[in-house]
């Protein structure tokens, strides 16, 4: 069975630019997770969508928006870069509602703003 | 504000001993926590969780310790071995809450 994709593998863009990641989930689950790993922090919550609407989001600013599309895949865009939204970025998919249970994690993407 | 800490960025341990990782929290409203595991250039994958009603659950080597009034929980591996040297990430989260809180993870490095 296939995990929770994501493309592309790494993304290089400068300031001011657009950067759209695509996620994959495993077959069957309708919720996706998108979280941000920068340096030095944490995995940080940034959104969750699931049956195709956003549930929630992180507190991240507007310029970090997504969508979930009726195949449950999703994208994360990241509007007007900035230096700092350099991290990967790690989607997550699970089948129920929710992360409290077991969250199937993909390989991330790399963004890196120059 | 770190809501979840991992206050040791690193641990080493020799093959065969016990690797201790810890992790407190400050949000007592938190009810479930996780540990999660994370290789280089993979995404990170679940290993074990507790809920609040539980001070310990025990999967294999793996057992996860929960001591509420602390507000601290800690990841015992028994015996260590090479393959388990990765970054553990501890998760939180709230009854009735989507969001997983992360601490920042332990690099973990089991020698011979």
């Known amino acids: 069975e296939a995990g929770v994709t994501q493309s592309p593998t790494h993304l290089i863009k400068t300031r001011g630019q657009q950067a759209t990641l695509r996620c994959s989930p495993i077959s069957g689950h309708t919720s996706v997770y998108w979280y941000q790993q920068a340096l030095g922090l944490g995995l940080q919550f940034l959104l969750w969508?699931?049956?195709?609407?956003?549930?929630n989001r992180g507190n991240f600013p507007p310029r970090f928006s997504g969508r979930q599309f009726p195949n449950y895949s999703s994208e994360l865009n990241v509007n007007a870069l900035e230096l700092e939204d350099s991290a990967l970025y790690l989607c997550?998919?699970?089948?129920?509602?929710?992360?409290?249970?077991?969250?199937?994690f993909g390989e991330g993407s790399r963004l890196t703003v120059l | 504000d770190q809501q979840v800490k991992q206050n040791s960025p690193s641990l080493s341990v020799q093959e065969g001993r016990i690797s201790i990782l810890n992790c407190d929290y400050t949000?007592?409203?938190?009810?479930?926590f996780l540990w999660y595991k994370k290789y280089p250039a993979e995404g990170p994958t679940f290993l074990i969780s507790i809920s609040s009603i539980k001070d310990k659950n025990e999967d294999g080597r793996f057992t996860v310790f929960l001591n509420k009034s602390a507000k601290h929980l800690s990841l015992h591996i028994v015996p260590s071995q090479p393959g388990d040297s990765a970054v553990y990430f501890c998760?939180?989260?709230?009854?009735?809450?989507?969001?997983?809180?992360f601490g920042t993870g332990t690099r973990l490095q089991v020698f011979p």
């Open positions: 969508y699931d049956e195709g609407e956003e549930r």
């Open positions: 998760a939180a989260s709230a009854q009735n809450t989507d969001k997983l809180i």
């Open positions: 997550a998919s699970s089948s129920g509602t929710g992360p409290t249970g077991e969250l199937f």
């Open positions: 949000n007592s409203m938190f009810d479930y």
